[in-house]
């Protein structure tokens, strides 16, 4: 056996075989590191693995091609066999957000809040998850222990991923999932607890806490249960969903149909036309309080300011100018629910009810006056009717509050935004009326009947004029004057309001913009025609003083 001379001093040789060995244990220790910092790169590539498949399935959103179920199965195996060293793994991207925990049998529970999560946006609304400490039970209950269980969270910002035969519209259109390594948890006695919260308030809507029961449509991967899911609502703006399993959890939206918003529709506004929608409202309420102001001036300066039919248009005007003001206040004023918002409800509703109640005084003039000739007396006339006009709106207002002044307060309006991702639903409030019923008798109602009554004289004003035009040899420049001024004074009267009840299918988007647009602008409208009714006037005093001139 060869020898080889130990090059420390003071040693023993090494023996050619005794070399032979240590080489080999050199040679496996070699292998061992090298196994172990190859075990460490790959860990730190399956983390960058995961994350570049989370922004893939981002990228076909934005495709044609819809998103497939195996992306997501492909996604739950990928987190479970993830290497990392933590006890947690967090990655997140634009609208997927992925958690994996390492748990053991001795395992307590876990609260997971957005708050608390740094790579979750502020921005999005606020989430969160609580595992009671019976979810390792079953695991942990079997004859060999398992040395570590995986929790993987998979929370999903879009629905496009678990779309349904019906297209469910999902609150904020999250999915929040939860998996217990391949384990399938189920009928656990202390639930589950999943929160989801709005940046509004949710009333007016049918919300109910589901999951993602696979299989269970012919059409898609699956469908939205409620099966094991109880909802709670412990504050307007947040849901709690207590289950007694693990899969993906939402909520399901619906307008409930006893809570309609200031439409008969429940279909919600269109998010892309809300700005316009706004900007047209408040430009015209604006062109209108000044139209209205002009107005009142030229009335002032007229040369018949006791003549009961100008005083009943100032009046209209008052009551428009009243309503124009009220509203802008109310969608310019960030006021809180309370007091200050119920009393700026509260003389909205007046405003309002002001308005339509003249309206159709305005008719009913109209009517007297072409049904008796031209030849109208009441006694105290104008005084009677300004008791109905501000009166009647006033003791309604007041019998509201009476009996229940929560009536009035801070009233939220369902918008939806059509996405890329799926379709998410977002409120905007108002200092108005709260109560479906008495939206439905106070505002409809109200609406409704003046309108009608104002349509109906309308139609009977258009026949008289037709039977006068008809005895005369022609349609002569008065007769086309007079049904002009019928039609312009009874369209501004109100008819536009019958509009409100067009805000359903096809016609919802034309009658949002052409309702906005004509009773914002009422009061220019009402100023343009209380102008030519002036013109008008002057002229003709101007032609029969030349006439007597002449004479």
Known sequence: MMTVASPFPGQEPVLGGDLGQSMDCCGALFFLCLLTLQGTAKGITGK????????????????????????VHNLEQKLLNATFNDDKLNLSTNNIHSLVFKLGCNFTGLSLSSAALEKVPQARARHAMHFPAELTRDACSTPVRPRELRLICIYFFT??????????????????????DQRRVKNLRDLVNISFWHNQ??????????????????????????????????????????????????????CSPT??????????????????????????????????????????????????????????????????????????????????????????????????????????????LLGRVYNVYIHRYVLKLCTLGWGVPALLVLLVLAVKSSVYGLHT?????????????????????????????????YSGFTTLFNLVVLA????????????TKGPGPQACRDTVTVLGLTVLLGTTWALAFFSFGVFLLPQLFLFSIFNS???????????????????????????LSSS
């Open 460 to 471: 009977w004003a258009l026949g008289v004029l037709r039977r006068l035009r008809l005895r």
């Open 259 to 368: 809570s309609l918003p200031q439409q008969l529709s429940p279909a919600p506004v269109p998010a892309e036309l809300l700005a316009p929608l706004q900007y047209i409202s408040l430009v015209g309420c604006s062109v209108s309080v000044v139209a209205s102001l002009l107005t009142m001036v030229l009335h002032l300066r007229a040369r018949k300011p006791n003549d009961s039919t100008r005083r009943i248009h100032m009046n209209l005007q008052i009551s428009v100018l009243l309503l124009n003001v009220t509203f802008l206040l109310s969608a310019m004023l960030a006021v809180p629910a309370g007091a200050a918002c119920v009393a700026l409800a509260a003389v909205l509703h007046y405003a309002l009810l002001s308005c339509l109640t003249w309206m159709a005084i305005e008719g009913f003039n109209l009517y007297l």
């Open 48 to 71: 960058e693995e995961v994350l570049g498949y989370m922004r893939r399935m981002e990228q076909q959103l934005k495709g044609r091609k819809p998103p497939s179920v195996d992306q």
């Open 201 to 254: 308030s949710l009333a007016g809507y049918t919300l109910t806490c589901v999951f993602w029961k696979k299989g269970a449509s012919k059409l898609r991967w699956g469908a939205w249960s409620p099966k094991g899911c109880h909802t709670e609502q412990p504050s307007p703006s947040q849901v709690l969903c207590r289950c007694n399993h693990l899969t993906y959890f939402a909520v399901l939206m619906a």
């Open 521 to 547: 602008l009422y009061g220019f409208f009402f100023f343009l025609w209380f102008c030519s009714q002036k013109y008008r006037s002057e002229v003709e005093v101007k032609a029969e003083m030349e006439a």
């Open 413 to 445: 309006i369902p918008v939806s935004s059509s996405q890329e991702n799926g379709t998410s639903f977002q409120n905007v409030s108002m200092c108005w009326v709260r109560s479906p019923s008495v939206h439905g008798v106070l505002v409809m109602g």
């Open 159 to 180: 629905n496009s991923f678990f779309q349904d035969d019906k297209n469910s519209s999902l609150l904020n259109n999250y999915v929040l999932g939860a998996q217990l």
